[in-house]
């Protein structure tokens, strides 16, 4: 070409939960089955939608406004209803003109690191969501930066490591929090949640929090929202529709702006992604006009109820067959649905290995190992792969430092979740030995 075309930054941007399906699809291609662990389906894992909930939809359909343009900002009764939903946590209160809807969070998420400065960074948590890291990296063009979840503490964060890098790194200027976390299946309790509130107010941030799966608790634990803690700080709240309906193929999330008044600079950032989205016109109306409907039904409560203690049942059959495996840090999921598996770096070698019976899968197998730099997890998942035929994501991807991986907990069939779990187990076990 005459010129460059991509901007700096671009390259930054990744996506390994389904980069590594196209070396899954090699493999289907050769006539094995594949047991799908990379990815936050409900769909794909069984995840039966109530009748009811298709026969909003379908209802909807059937209306001619689900055909047309909504405004630019989102349904207004729809945001009028989200924002009363917010107000009665007894927080900050917010009002319609506060949300502001999206095709998706992937899509709100990108328009917001898009508009801010390059030198404005946002540090977030690791192991981190690609979609935040790669996105904050590219806007940057840099690495992200990041604090560390411990998971030799329940996978809480380090809130000394992020004092220190915030207090030292004058360019950060927010702070992202994802609660409940994805990929460890992590829930802040309030008073983590106050402490990153007092960081906020002592370097004057901006905090922005990944809440879309605020509801998707079990076991006892429940979220407490940023909305009940932020007090007069300026901040952003990310949500959607896609797991706890669920409707993943909708892409409908929306942004919750707190405290819009309280900062000027922060005031234009949210009428900038204003007028972009009225650039753009608005989000998809179907989903947005379904959320009352469907929120507000009778039986809505008791779906995600039932639904959260199913998770919560396989949560715990996840901790009996994997929870005593030496070599590993195991965590039980408190909410979402991910569970993150750490490996003790000590006992990772380049020279471990699975057995392979099929030498096409061998053949397969040792093209993808040409990196020398490759990461030992990354190895671990690629083994794993072709020998079980199970897909899961390794941590490395997760901008972390750690070795492991993460799994879902998505599997509705009992039997299939506990084979599946059972033979993950006797992998790593016989991988660690080899």
Known sequence: MRQLLLRPGAEELNYEIRGIVKKARQIEALGYPMTWEN????IQKSNQVPDWMKSIVADLVKENKSYGYADSKGVLETRTYLADLTNEKGGTTISAEDILFFNGLGDAIAKLYQFLIPTARIIGPSPAYSTHSSAEAAHANAAPITYKLDPDNQW?????????KVRYNPSIVGILIINP???TGMVYPKEVLEAFVKIADEFNLLLITDEIYQNITYNGIKAVSLAEVIGDRPAISLKGISKEFPWPGSRCGWMEFYNRESSKEFSKLCTTLENAKMIEVCSTILPQLAIPK????????KYREEANAQIGKRSDWMSEILGDIQGIKFNPTQGAFYNTIVFDETLLTPQ??????????????????TDPDMPLDKRFVYYLLVSERICVVPISSFCSDLRGFRVTLLEENEEVFKDTFRRLGKAIRSYLQS
């Open 39 to 42: 990815i936050g389906d409900p």
């Open 156 to 164: 809480l964060p380090d809130m000394e490591d992020l004092y220190l």
């Open 181 to 183: 976390d994805n990929p």
């Open 294 to 301: 469907i929120m507000s039904h009778p039986e809505y409560f």
């Open 352 to 369: 471990q290995s699975l057995p392979i019976e099929d030498p096409k899968l061998k053949s397969l197998l040792e093209g993808w190992l």
